[in-house]
Nanobody
């Protein structure tokens, strides 16, 4: 059973960098054909895919956030992380990490989500 757990501060000030970590257990983040994603849901809105890091360490980002987003990993800890710079209140959301299964390109495991509020 694969489990994902998000961690990080729940409150970030405007213009600062939001940093979250997803700790994975029950499966390796270097195993193929899997990719590890960050997805968020602002209040009252739908899910927004932010980006992913693949089993080979390559990354992909949604164009609207690409200039502010960085996803990295620590294979020794089986973790991957999100950094979102220059945040504004519009970045307030529940942030999820999830595994994309390359056999059918769907998401099969999710973290429970973590609320991040951007406010001074």
């Amino acid at each position: 059973q694969v489990r994902l757990q998000e961690s990080g501060p729940g409150l970030v000030k405007p213009s600062q960098t939001l940093s979250l970590t997803c700790t994975v257990s029950g499966g390796s983040i270097t195993s193929s054909p899997y990719a590890w994603s960050w997805i968020r849901q602002p209040p009252g809105k739908g899910l927004e895919w932010m980006g992913l890091i693949r089993d080979d360490g390559s990354t992909a980002y949604t164009p609207s956030l690409k200039s502010r987003t960085s996803i990295s990993r620590d294979t020794s800890k089986n973790q991957f992380s999100l950094q979102l710079s220059s945040v504004t209140p519009e970045d307030t959301a529940v942030y999820y990490c999830a595994r994309r299964n390359g056999f059918y390109f769907g998401y099969d495991y999710w973290g429970q989500g973590t609320q991040v509020t951007v406010s001074s």
